[in-house]
């Protein structure tokens, strides 16, 4: 296995190879036939063994520790399983190939009086922060097979604050048995990586934002898919409610994952159908008081709307690329998720509800959709302003425990309000967005089985204003108000089962609004809002 870098001179001349050109996944011989033949095979077979650990294998994208969804290792961490000679970057490098990391020391003449240093200039990469390894060859323009072979590339997940970014490690060596062999071992402890999807289900909105979605999944996401080899089955959806439809009737088993490129609307649909569609499969019914069982497949979120608020709160950046690493490396975050109800019938999953001016700002908002973006929300946010009207409100809820709790309350107890609020918000996630950047609900978290109830009392439309400002500073929204009365900020807990039941008068007609949490170890942090017209 051992090879000289003998041809190293050629090897520089293709330094300049671009990433696009690495197409092939299997090496090619020179000897021809008989070798693709038993290549097709051996790619046949690898496909069924894949086939056989998907059907046994929870399909999940999960873990955060990506050594856990490994196979049994057959090697000590440390024990070599290959070594060889490429050529990396302009020098020849000694590289050792282990279970769980790639190795490489530059090859230096020796000489009795140098003073080196090997291990101060050994290099490494983890084999969990690889995602991909291709065949390198140089081709001329507009050829699509073959070419000539120069080596072998690794491409690295690398993280840069929030930022995901691919980097990739070219190994050259012009020896096809040589790089076959590494790329066979590569190939092999890489797919050993269980939680990383193979399948996923794409739902791509045209119309998020600036109808540039579909351009985005072709320029941003889907390289990176076929880089992982990851089959992706898009539908572009053609109207509200496509994706739910496909949710619930769609046969999922082949699938290691859903995920939504658009904005928070497509999200919350596409999160509503993977939940529904959980609770249908497990015969629940939704129109009662059920215990909703988790979704049976993860959710990427590839933002590409106007806010992206779920997207912002999940990966801490709006950036497609970084969302997509996520995926492909099969990270895991659990999100809180809320369920909505009205007269006892599940009107839907969401991550958040607003009443009074949020709610109409949003609904005047959707109904401007020929509007440029930017456009519709300023608007909508200006008429919805200068129509400033508070609700006659009764909200009932249980502060959390651990909350900054400005009442005092008994951990368990109720707590009523009653009055005038300009907006009630309920959310799950802190809502994070470029408006907001420390979240529309900076007290609570991504999954601490809590949600935040966020009442701002009637107030002048000037001290409104002032509020929501506020928001777009990074300073605590929340103790800046402690004070002021306005508003209550009130984390709810998840320990005991009804937390909150309150009443909404909007347009001479009564709501009665329950706010119920359920505890669930795996999914902590449901919220049942049951409504019910015409109150006496
Ligand atoms: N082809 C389509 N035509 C019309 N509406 C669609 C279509 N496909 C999906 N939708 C709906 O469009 C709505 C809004 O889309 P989305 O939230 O992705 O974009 P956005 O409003 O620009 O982003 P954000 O919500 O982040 O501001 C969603 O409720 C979705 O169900």
């Given at each position: 296995?051992?090879?000289?870098?003998?041809?190293?001179?050629?090897?520089?001349?293709?330094?300049?190879?671009?990433?696009?050109?690495?197409?092939?996944?299997?090496?090619?011989s020179?000897?021809?036939?008989?070798?693709?033949v038993?290549?097709k095979?051996?790619?046949?077979?690898?496909?069924?063994?894949?086939?056989?650990?998907r059907?046994?294998?929870?399909?999940?994208l999960?873990?955060d520790d990506?050594?856990?969804?490994?196979?049994?290792?057959?090697?000590?961490?440390?024990e070599?399983?290959?070594?060889?000679?490429?050529?990396?970057?302009?020098?020849?490098?000694?590289?050792?190939?282990t279970e769980?990391?790639?190795?490489?020391?530059?090859?230096?003449?020796?000489?009795?009086?140098?003073?080196?240093?090997?291990?101060?200039?050994?290099?490494?990469?983890?084999?969990?922060?690889?995602?991909?390894?291709?065949?390198k060859?140089r081709?001329?323009?507009?050829?699509?097979?073959?070419?000539?072979?120069l080596?072998?590339?690794?491409?690295?997940?690398?993280?840069?604050?929030?930022?995901?970014?691919?980097?990739?490690?070219?190994?050259?060596?012009?020896?096809?048995?040589?790089?076959?062999?590494?790329?066979?071992?590569l190939?092999?402890?890489?797919?050993?990586f269980?939680?990383?999807?193979?399948?996923?289900?794409?739902?791509?909105?045209?119309?998020?934002?600036?109808k540039?979605?579909?351009?985005?999944?072709?320029?941003?996401?889907?390289?990176?898919?076929?880089?992982?080899?990851?089959?992706a089955?898009?539908?572009?959806?053609?109207?509200?409610?496509?994706?739910?439809?496909?949710l619930?009737?769609?046969?999922l088993e082949?699938?290691?994952?859903?995920?939504?490129?658009?904005?928070?609307?497509?999200?919350a649909?596409?999160?509503?159908?993977?939940?529904?569609?959980?609770?249908?499969d497990?015969?629940?019914?939704?129109?009662?008081?059920?215990t909703?069982?988790?979704a049976?497949?993860?959710?990427?979120?590839?933002?590409?709307?106007?806010?992206?608020v779920?997207?912002?709160?999940?990966?801490?950046?709006?950036?497609?690329?970084?969302?997509?690493?996520?995926?492909?490396?099969?990270?895991?975050?659990?999100?809180?998720?809320?369920?909505?109800?009205?007269?006892?019938?599940?009107?839907?999953?969401?991550?958040?509800?607003?009443?009074?001016?949020?709610?109409?700002?949003?609904?005047?908002?959707?109904?401007?959709?020929w509007?440029?973006?930017?456009?519709r929300?300023?608007?909508?946010?200006?008429?919805t302003?200068?129509?400033?009207?508070?609700?006659?409100?009764?909200?009932?809820?249980?502060?959390?425990?651990?909350a900054?709790?400005?009442?005092?309350?008994?951990?368990?107890?109720?707590q009523?309000?009653?009055?005038?609020?300009?907006?009630i918000?309920?959310?799950?996630?802190?809502?994070?967005?470029?408006?907001?950047?420390?979240?529309?609900?900076?007290?609570?978290?991504?999954?601490?089985?809590?949600?935040?109830?966020?009442?701002?009392?009637?107030?002048?439309?000037?001290?409104?204003?002032?509020?929501?400002?506020?928001?777009?500073?990074?300073?605590?929204?929340?103790?800046?108000?402690?004070?002021?009365s306005?508003?209550?900020?009130?984390?709810?807990?998840?320990?005991?089962?009804?937390?909150?039941?309150?009443?909404?008068?909007?347009?001479s007609?009564?709501?009665?609004v329950?706010?119920?949490?359920?505890?669930?170890?795996?999914?902590?942090?449901?919220?049942?809002?049951?409504?019910?017209?015409?109150?006496?």
């Amino acid at each position: 296995m051992f090879e000289s870098p003998c041809k190293s001179i050629n090897v520089l001349n293709a330094w300049s190879e671009s990433q696009d050109e690495l197409r092939e996944t299997q090496p090619v011989s020179p000897r021809g036939t008989r070798k693709r033949v038993k290549a097709k095979k051996k790619k046949r077979k690898q496909q069924q063994q894949q086939n056989e650990r998907r059907s046994v294998s929870a399909p999940q994208l999960c873990t955060d520790d990506a050594d856990k969804g490994r196979t049994e290792k057959k090697h000590r961490p440390d024990e070599p399983i290959g070594r060889g000679i490429f050529q990396i970057g302009k020098k020849s490098h000694d590289v050792v190939l282990t279970e769980t990391r790639v190795t490489w020391t530059p090859i230096q003449p020796e000489t009795p009086t140098a003073d080196r240093d090997v291990k101060n200039q050994e290099e490494y990469v983890e084999l969990k922060d690889v995602f991909a390894v291709k065949v390198k060859r140089r081709r001329s323009a507009g050829q699509q097979t073959g070419g000539t072979l120069l080596g072998i590339t690794l491409f690295q997940c690398k993280k840069k604050g929030l930022k995901l970014k691919e980097h990739a490690i070219h190994l050259n060596n012009l020896s096809a048995d040589h790089c076959e062999i590494w790329f066979k071992s590569l190939k092999e402890i890489l797919s050993g990586f269980k939680n990383r999807p193979k399948s996923l289900k794409v739902f791509v909105n045209p119309i998020s934002h600036k109808k540039e979605a579909y351009q985005l999944y072709l320029d941003e996401v889907a390289p990176l898919f076929k880089l992982a080899d990851i089959e992706a089955d898009v539908t572009i959806t053609k109207r509200k409610g496509h994706a739910l439809s496909i949710l619930k009737d769609c046969s999922l088993e082949d699938y290691d994952g859903v995920v939504c490129v658009g904005g928070d609307g497509s999200v919350a649909e596409v999160a509503h159908g993977l939940l529904l569609r959980a609770q249908m499969d497990a015969g629940r019914d939704t129109d009662s008081i059920f215990t909703p069982l988790q979704a049976a497949l993860p959710l990427g979120i590839i933002p590409a709307g106007s806010t992206d608020v779920v997207a912002c709160s999940v990966h801490g950046i709006r950036r497609a690329v970084t969302a997509t690493l996520h995926i492909i490396m099969g990270h895991h975050q659990p999100v809180d998720v809320c369920s909505f109800s009205s007269m006892g019938r599940l009107l839907r999953f969401g991550f958040s509800a607003m009443f009074g001016f949020g709610g109409r700002t949003l609904a005047l908002a959707e109904r401007h959709r020929w509007m440029p973006p930017s456009q519709r929300r300023e608007f909508a946010l200006i008429k919805t302003l200068a129509n400033l009207k508070p609700e006659d409100c009764e909200l009932s809820f249980i502060t959390s425990r651990g909350a900054e709790d400005q009442t005092k309350c008994e951990d368990g107890s109720w707590q009523t309000r009653q009055g005038l609020y300009l907006n009630i918000s309920i959310m799950a996630i802190p809502c994070l967005c470029s408006m907001a950047p420390r979240g529309l609900a900076p007290t609570t978290r991504l999954s601490n089985g809590s949600m935040a109830l966020i009442a701002v009392g009637n107030t002048s439309r000037s001290e409104f204003i002032k509020h929501l400002k506020r928001y777009s500073s990074t300073n605590n929204q929340v103790s800046s108000h402690q004070n002021a009365s306005m508003c209550t900020y009130v984390t709810l807990d998840h320990k005991t089962s009804l937390k909150s039941l309150g009443y909404i008068c909007s347009n001479s007609q009564k709501y009665i609004v329950w706010v119920k949490i359920i505890d669930f170890s795996f999914m902590p942090k449901i919220i049942r809002i049951l409504s019910k017209d015409h109150v006496p």
